[in-house]
């Protein structure tokens, strides 16, 4: 069974950092590219960025409220992917989630999402 | 950036009811659309893929259609279950863009 479990999220003030994490389970995580999604409160969905794997250099895409200021990597040999966070402002207040949807193969599988509060 | 624009932004309909939602894409897209379901308090799950292909397990009154800037999903007859919000996302190009919703109400 495919799982990821975000965590990380809290209360953060505007300016700070914050680490965002998603260990996964049940896939072959080094074949997969993976995505942060977040979804501001009563708001709609907003794509992130994604992670490439290792036969794409790992390299990263980024949505523009975030470019520069949000950084995704990824450890395979913890089967995990991390969103840094800097810089953090009001309106990045959202659950954020963490994805696997691959066009592909026409699946898909989301953590349950890590709430991310930027307040002073 | 890509804008996907979603009509109506919200909708109500009876079990049984026959609904279409659009989504209009501010370029071509070809049919790199795909459409997706999120019920409150929980992660959005992908209905469909490529505009119009089902995804495994998805019921048939689910059906997806269009190429270029304009797709629709249709709900052929509503049941209790498809009670939720709907959004469209492009992934022709990056960055992916979703539209911004629509959420449909019993009414």
């Known amino acids: 069974e495919v799982q990821l479990v975000e965590s990380g999220g809290g209360l953060v003030q505007p300016e700070g950092s914050l680490r965002l994490s998603c260990a996964a389970s049940g896939f072959t995580f080094t074949d997969h590219y993976m995505d942060w999604v977040r979804q501001a409160p009563g708001k709609g969905l907003e794509w992130v960025g994604r992670?490439?794997?290792?036969?794409?250099?790992?390299?990263?895409e980024y949505a523009a409220p975030v470019k520069g200021r949000f950084t995704i990597s990824r450890d395979d040999s913890k089967n995990s992917v991390y969103m840094q966070m800097n810089s953090l402002k009001t309106e990045d207040t959202a659950v954020y989630y963490c994805?696997?949807?691959?066009?592909?193969?026409?699946?898909?599988?989301w953590g349950q999402g890590t709430l991310v509060i930027v307040s002073s | 950036d890509i804008q996907m624009t979603q009509s109506p932004s919200s909708l109500s309909a009876s079990v049984g009811d026959r609904v279409t939602i659009t989504c209009r894409a501010s370029q071509g897209i070809s049919n790199e659309l795909a459409w997706f379901q999120q019920k409150p308090g929980k992660a959005p799950k992908a209905l469909i893929f490529?505009?119009?292909s089902l995804q495994s397990g998805v019921p048939s009154r689910f059906r997806g259609s269009g190429s270029g800037t304009d797709f629709t999903l249709t709900i052929s007859s509503l049941q209790p279950d498809d009670f939720a919000s709907y959004y469209c996302q492009q992934y022709n190009v990056y960055p992916v863009t979703f539209g911004q919703g629509t959420r449909l109400d019993i009414k």
């Open positions: 992670i490439r794997n290792k036969v794409s250099s790992y390299t990263t």
């Open positions: 994805a696997k949807v691959n066009m592909v193969t026409q699946d898909d599988y």
């Open positions: 490529a505009s119009s």
